[in-house]
Every structure is written in C-alpha cells, then in structure tokens.
C-alpha cells in the first residue's frame, strides 16, 4: 500500500497511484507540479486532464479512513489496552501510529 502524504500530492504522484500499473502506458514529467510538462504515450488511455486528476485526487485524499479503519486493532483489543496501560499509552503505541502513516487531508 502506498503511504505517502497525501498533503503535499503532485500531479506525478496522483498519476503514478491512478495509472502507474497500467499496461503499455508510460508517461513522465519535467515538473511534477505543471501539468503542462505532462509527456503520455499509452495505447488504450487517453491522456488525463485536469478534472480526471482532480477527482483522482479527491478519491486517493478519501481513502485514508477507511485505511485507518482497516489498521486500527478491533475495539477490544483497545479497551484492553487502555485498561492495562492506559488512555496516554493507547494514544502513543495505538491510534498516532496509524494516524501519522495516514494523515487526515487539510
């Protein structure tokens, strides 16, 4: 699983999780924050626009929940934790591990 932060996203980093596996596509950037500098050879793709990357974007910011949801140990795990180490330890080892590795978007 990729898990960069997704706050500082370029145009190359969306494209490289949205298209990055697709067959017979290869493309480049001189500047992955201009779009313009976008080079894009593929057989089957069309080259993406502005708007496909905008809601690329926008469903690859979406997922760090359900990330953090899948990573989090189940709620009694949890509450077992926190009754024996407590609620600043459950915090420290449990839940900011995974919140740092998927940040919330701003």
Same mark, same amino acid.
């Given at each position: /699983?990729?898990?960069? !932060?997704?706050?500082?996203?370029?145009?190359?980093?969306?494209?490289?999780?949205?298209? *990055?596996?697709?067959?017979?596509?290869?493309?480049?950037?001189? !500047? #992955?924050? !201009?779009?313009?500098?976008?080079?894009?050879?593929?057989?089957?793709?069309?080259? /993406?626009?502005?708007?496909?990357?905008?809601?690329?974007?926008?469903?690859?910011?979406?997922?760090?929940?359900?990330?953090?949801?899948?990573?989090?140990?189940?709620?009694?795990?949890?509450?077992?934790?926190?009754?024996?180490? *407590?609620?600043?330890?459950?915090?420290?080892?449990?839940?900011?591990?995974?919140?740092?590795?998927?940040?919330? #978007?701003?």
């Amino acid at each position: /699983p990729h898990t960069m !932060d997704i706050r500082k996203m370029t145009y190359l980093e969306i494209i490289q999780i949205t298209f *990055g596996n697709h067959p017979n596509t290869t493309f480049s950037m001189t !500047d #992955p924050t !201009d779009l313009s500098t976008l080079t894009w050879a593929s057989e089957d793709l069309d080259k /993406p626009t502005q708007e496909i990357l905008d809601e690329a974007e926008t469903r690859i910011r979406s997922q760090y929940a359900l990330r953090r949801t899948r990573e989090y140990p189940t709620m009694e795990e949890q509450l077992d934790y926190i009754y024996h180490n *407590g609620v600043e330890s459950w915090k420290t080892n449990m839940i900011t591990p995974i919140k740092t590795k998927y940040p919330k #978007p701003e």
